[in-house]
């Protein structure tokens, strides 16, 4: 084969290679958990539910004897929900419930990571807390950081909950990848979609946007376009610091945000 030949042939393997493996490029599950909410002195429930395409996902629900709404945390693309003690914390601070699950393939929960495996397991975790928990949708608060934001996104768009919290989320996945990879034609190779910001547009619950200007990972832009999307009411959070400690680098100003987003709900209620 001649030289060109052998360079097209390269390419065209380089590029099906990345068409069929873009999960093991998205999804990196740990399935070992370091910790638990016991190592904060927190009680907690230890659950394991099923989705309708009988997987089993494992959970933790950590109550607040304060608390009036429950967060349903969809954490981001790596680890499990060992890895997000620092977020239960902050939550339980702020007189929630928490509810956090792994997605299937992490943790304890068995399968394989999808985007439609996702969905499917986020819908599961909302049954489950309205059914099996009985709280009702008006008292939960769908929360989603980086991957778990265009997760969570999906669900608050098919589902009427109190308010809806998405933290460093990109607005779709082809917008990240060309981020990433802008000499790549990544349009014609991205089978996964992850789009938020199609989802933010049925919205209907109230939402709040956080995004850091020194996001390395996520750039900042993607926050502000899913913000412009958004339906009202809607509020926008500037943090400080990186991808993954953005909101610890700016803990006083997000727990104070959050508590103000949170109490506007409480005044509904009134």
């Known amino acids: 084969m001649t030289i060109p030949i052998i360079a097209l042939a390269a390419c065209l393997s380089f590029f099906g290679f990345l068409y069929s493996f873009q999960e093991k490029l998205l999804y990196f599950p740990d399935k070992n958990l370091i910790a638990s909410p016991r190592d904060l002195n927190l009680n907690f429930e230890n659950i394991f539910f099923q989705t309708k395409d009988k997987k089993t996902l494992h959970a933790w629900f950590i109550k607040n004897d304060k608390a009036k709404f429950t967060i349903l945390f969809c954490h981001g693309n790596a680890g499990n929900i060992s890895h997000r003690l620092e977020s239960i914390d902050l939550f339980h601070r702020l007189h929630l419930n928490v509810f956090i699950f792994d997605y299937r393939g992490y943790g304890k929960s068995n399968g394989t990571p999808s985007e439609e ?13 309205t059914k099996e928990k009985q ?119 997000y727990m104070k945000s959050l508590a103000k987003f949170i109490d506007s709900q409480n005044a509904k209620e009134k």
Request: proline share 4%; net charge positive; charged share 20%.
């Open 135 to 253: 709280i009702n949708e008006n008292q939960i608060i769908i929360f989603g950081r980086s991957l778990g934001g265009a997760i969570a996104s999906f669900l608050a768009s098919k589902v009427k909950s109190k308010a809806v919290v998405l933290e460093s989320t990109f607005s779709s996945f082809h917008s990240i990848a060309k981020d990433h990879y802008p000499w790549l034609p990544v349009r014609q190779l991205a089978r996964l979609k992850y789009e938020t910001i199609n989802h933010v547009k049925n919205i209907k619950s109230p939402i709040l946007i956080a995004h850091s200007k020194d996001d390395e990972i996520i750039p900042f832009r993607h926050g502000q376009n899913i913000f412009e999307q958004a339906n009202e009411p809607k509020e926008f959070l500037t943090l400080r610091g990186n991808h993954n400690g953005g909101f610890l680098l700016s803990k006083k100003d």
């Open 117 to 129: 495996g996702s969905y499917e397991d986020v819908f599961s975790a909302w049954n489950y807390l």
